[in-house]
């Protein structure tokens, strides 16, 4: 019994002991790392881009029931439509349209029955050599695109075939004008210029003529210029009012040099766009720690007219709080050559490190306050220094005048009483 129950006892160790697979054995280098990476992707919040670095707004319409509204401006709706499937409707229109008008007159023929008559030199046909479906759709496409072989014409005996040659001949010519105006307004948006303006991909904060300022830059890569550009920038951020109303993604100008002219660009090299943090600044009451921590977009807007075509291009790129430096100032590009100014697109997006105090700029005024008090208490306090002395002289000066105009009277009255 007790050698039966051992092999029993045995197999019940085997069937209960639990499998060890032999893990791989990861680098030190990454597992000191994973921890750090863990930890950072829990604490990092996810970004929610109001407009995207490629200049596209992340917002989606949905519940739209006034759907109508679309087809009331056909033209815009085919032309805002993606490449697909503005070339598939451009196809199916000129198809069925063709399909149409060949149904049409393969029905003509049909009913007159020009196709009882095939071949018969007594008949005279609504339209020679038309003896079925298909010649009727290739003399319906000679038709509405006037190519005029010569071999399907149609006689002067079918009075309904002019006026249905009248019809396809002007609503062709709609067609025609409508879909290849389209694809001309398709080919010609200038949304592919706006991928040759260039914008930087971090924004900086620093001292400039001793003020905070907010700065980024844009650049254009083409040799032809655009015309009347402007840039502007706007603070996307939830705000909550006085009144305890809620504000999602409320939208505050930065300026960025409209009271000055500043913001009208004359865009031949990269500029830099700076905006002095002020009293009306968004920005007045936000330090270096507290930046970090805020949720907030910059969203920074080009405008101007293309010079080649004279339409207008809008370019669009934002800057997320991760993405401004605080204590940076960008690298210059431009340099002087023999004849001519070179710039260097390499050293477009390179910053430099810069001094610049963690404060905002509200702290900032207010030291600079604290340290123009003191100097004025100083210049106050010797001035009335100044001012005692001389008191002191002008007393001890009329009290001598006094005593002498005393002694004078005396001297009289001795002299009158002798």
Request: proline fraction near 4%.
């Amino acid at each position: 019994m007790k050698a039966q129950l051992l092999p029993l006892a045995s197999m019940e160790q085997d069937v209960e002991s639990p499998i060890t697979i032999k893990q791989p054995r990861l680098p030190k280098q990454v597992r000191e790392d994973l921890p750090k990476q863990l930890r950072n992707d829990c604490t990092k919040k996810k970004i929610q881009r109001y407009v995207r670095k490629d200049g596209k707004c992340n917002v989606h319409h949905g519940n739209v029931r006034e759907t109508y509204r679309y087809l009331t401006d056909i033209f815009t709706t085919l032309v805002d439509l993606k490449w697909r499937f503005n070339l598939f409707i451009f196809v199916m229109v000129y198809t069925v349209t063709w399909l149409f008008f060949g149904m049409i007159w393969w029905l003509i023929a049909y009913i007159r029955g020009d196709l009882n008559h095939i071949g018969d030199p007594s008949w005279t046909p609504c339209v020679n050599n038309l003896n079925g479906f298909v010649s009727a759709f290739l003399f319906s496409i000679e038709t509405e695109t006037t190519i005029g072989y010569g071999y399907r014409v149609i006689t002067d005996k079918c009075p309904e075939g002019i006026i249905l040659l009248l019809v396809q001949s002007v609503l062709g010519s709609i067609v025609n004008a409508f879909m290849v105006g389209c694809m001309f307004v398709k080919i010609s948006q200038p949304k592919k210029r706006a991928e040759t303006l260039v914008f930087s991909t971090n924004a900086v904060i620093s001292m400039r003529d001793g003020k905070l300022c907010l700065m980024f830059r844009v650049g254009d890569l083409r040799n032809s210029h655009i015309v009347e550009a402007s840039i502007r920038a706007k603070l996307i951020k939830s705000k909550h009012t006085k009144e305890g109303e809620f504000i999602p993604l409320n939208q505050t100008d930065i300026n960025v040099g409209y009271d000055t002219g500043d913001d009208r660009l004359f865009l031949v090299s990269p500029l830099i766009i700076c905006h002095e943090i002020n009293q009306q600044s968004p920005f007045w009451e936000i330090s270096k720690a507290q930046m970090a921590k805020e949720e907030l977009e910059i969203v920074v807007i080009l405008e101007g007219m293309v010079e080649a075509t004279g339409m207008t291009c809008q370019a669009r790129s934002s800057y997320v709080a991760s993405e401004i430096l605080w204590g940076h100032r960008f690298t210059p590009v431009l340099t002087l050559e023999d004849g001519f100014y070179e710039v260097d697109y390499n050293s477009f997006h390179d910053t430099y490190e810069t001094y610049t105090p963690p404060y905002s700029a509200k702290e900032l005024a207010e030291v600079a306050s604290r340290a123009e008090l003191p100097l004025s208490w100083s210049v106050s306090s010797k001035l009335n220094q100044q001012s005692e002395p001389e008191k002191e002289d002008e007393e001890e000066k009329s009290h001598e005048d006094q005593t002498e105009r005393n002694g004078d009277v005396g001297n009289l009255e001795n002299e009158s009483k002798v």
